[in-house]
């Protein structure tokens, strides 16, 4: 038999059959197929029991991580499941969170996921603030000459402002119960439209409705609060220098969208220069937040901080943490009744406020004293570049000393370098220099110190709740402080009036801040013998 199937095989096929073998070839096809749908059934229900969200199912099943290799590996790590009392599934590992990976003759240890979250919200932060606050100077003259005047346009982003904080308060809910992802996804899409539809634009009132809405909802969603608060999931002891880094975004925005903007202006116009740059939104928002992004490290098994659970014999022991964390975070409806949301409010608003003045402001004023155009530019990109090492550099602090203390020692050096800006001679290098280094560390640490602030105060769960409710307050006083700058320099001709009240502000920031009380720091619970 096997002889003449050979035989058969070797000689020239007849029309019967050469039908006999494409039958051949299919029922080969169709078995082949059977077996990766048998084993994918079983593979797929496997992680179900196992409790792993759709996305991961989908990509241990049919993607790269579907080898036995890596079937293997994982269930090495040892996950045990258990429901908690509000019936979600968690997962928690009994032995190692973070295991080696070997490659070649070397051994790897795998980067905690926390820290690809971080690389997100920098990504997030430099696109959001670049593109909105930096790069929105070098708009105003071509939108100015189009619409009619600067105080026209000025309206519409003081709009697109008191908007964002306005839809801070729903966005603060939907990522405490959805997670930043899918906020993030929705805020790239409504930017990048928001762009296009300014390249559209032919009257000042289209203009406010862009700003407004698909503009004002998209910085909102890719901004500060979904960032800060996916951040402060992942991270309990080393959220300040999670924090700084991720918030070092905002200065790097600065410096890349800024000349990116005016470049494109000069070279397609104003118009085209924003559809390119809402294209540009969706493509570096979009790819990192669909393939990094995760809600929680217990959706992955992980403990905050990329740490073992405490070693223990009970492998559900290493729960504790979250379950003790769950019992220290404030709800929204308490925190506003509590003084400290309304301390911290205050504190923040009168840094805002300040901060925002001499930014805006720092130019007309050095060349109001003399100094040219080109010297003042200067000092403000050196002011910029200092912001990122004191986000840096005030995050690791926060890791390491009280938090509030850390706070007064930001708004001291704050009051400092404005005092120095109001009462030194700007022709001395060494006093500019002295300012450009007080002042621009301590701008760069006051983002990082109020997103570490809020969650040490109320807890990470609930934090994107307490935070979209207590900007507007903080946009409110910005939206105040500005304003009152050019006031106050229209009736009196100088900015000293205006320094002076930064200077009080900064001071009544840092005896407020020290009034909060914080909890004291999440520690493990002694493992049980």
């Known amino acids: 038999m096997p002889t003449a199937w050979l035989q058969s095989m070797s000689s020239s096929p007849s029309p019967d059959s050469a039908f006999s073998w494409r039958s051949f070839f299919r029922a080969s096809f169709a078995s082949c197929l059977a077996l990766r749908c048998n084993s994918f059934a079983r593979l797929f229900e496997r992680n179900r029991a196992m409790g792993r969200p759709p996305t991961t199912i989908l990509f241990r099943t ?3 991580g579907a080898s036995p290799r890596r ?13 908690d009392a509000g019936g979600r599934r ?65 309206g519409a982003y003081a709009l697109m402002q008191l908007a964002s904080a306005a839809y801070g308060i729903a966005v603060g809910r939907v990522v405490d119960r959805r997670g930043a992802r899918p906020v993030e996804i929705a805020g790239a899409v409504s930017l990048a439209t928001g762009f296009l539809l300014l390249s559209r634009v032919r009257s000042l009132p289209a203009l406010y409705g862009c700003l407004a809405v698909p503009v004002a909802l998209g910085s909102t969603c890719i901004g500060g609060l979904p960032n800060n608060a996916a951040v402060a999931r992942w991270f309990v002891r ?11 975004g905002i200065s790097a925005g600065g410096i890349l969208f800024a000349p990116l903007a005016q470049f494109l202006i000069e070279r397609v116009g104003w118009r085209r220069a924003y559809a390119l740059l809402g294209l540009t939104v969706a493509g570096l928002v979009l790819p990192p937040v669909l393939g990094l992004m995760r809600r929680d490290p217990a959706d992955l098994g992980l403990m905050p901080d990329g740490e073992p659970p ?62 040219p155009a080109d010297r003042a530019a200067l000092v403000l990109g050196a002011t910029a570049a200092m912001g990122v090492v004191g986000k840096l550099g005030f995050g690791a602090l926060l890791d390491r000393f009280d938090q509030r203390r850390v706070a007064a020692t930001c708004f001291c050096l704050q009051a400092a370098g404005v005092l120095l800006l109001w009462l030194g001679p700007t022709h001395s290098p060494l006093l500019l220099a002295c300012y450009v280094v007080l002042y621009g560390y301590a701008m760069g640490g006051n983002a990082t110190l109020q997103a570490s602030l809020v969650g040490e105060a109320f807890g990470r769960l609930h934090y994107g709740a307490i935070a979209g409710r207590m900007a507007p307050l903080v946009v409110l006083s910005q939206a105040i402080g500005v304003p009152a700058t050019g006031f106050v320099r229209d009736l009196t001709g100088r900015y000293d009036a205006a320094l002076a009240l930064v200077v009080a502000a900064a ?14 720091r999440l520690q493990e619970p002694p493992a049980s013998t």
């Not at 506003?336 to 720092?362: D, E, H, I, K, P």
């Not at 001071?507 to 004291?520: D, E, G, K, M, N």
């Open 62 to 64: 049919m993607g790269p």
């Open 71 to 83: 079937r293997r590996a994982l269930d090495s790590a040892g996950k045990h499941m258990r429901r």
């Open 90 to 154: 968690r997962a928690a590992r009994a032995e190692r969170v973070r295991p080696r990976v070997r490659r070649g003759g070397l051994t790897f240890r795998r980067i905690y996921h926390g820290w690809w979250i971080v690389l997100v919200a920098f990504v997030c932060h430099a696109v959001n603030t670049g593109l909105i606050f930096y790069a929105w100077s070098v708009f105003l003259t071509p939108l100015a000459a189009a619409f009619g005047g600067r105080g026209r346009v000025a």
């Open 238 to 248: 080393k959220r300040g220098r999670a924090l700084g880094l991720a918030t070092a």
């Open 310 to 371: 405490p070693s223990s014999g009970d492998p559900r022991a290493g729960l504790a943490l979250f379950e003790r964390e769950r019992e220290r975070s404030v709800r929204p409806q308490v925190a506003v009744r509590q003084a400290n949301f309304w301390l911290l409010a205050a504190a923040f608003g009168l840094t805002m406020a300040g901060l925002s003045s001499v930014l805006l402001y720092q130019i007309p004023l050095l060349r109001d004293r003399g100094m």
């Open 507 to 520: 001071l009544a920031a840092t005896a407020i801040v020290l009034r909060v009380q914080l909890p004291s």
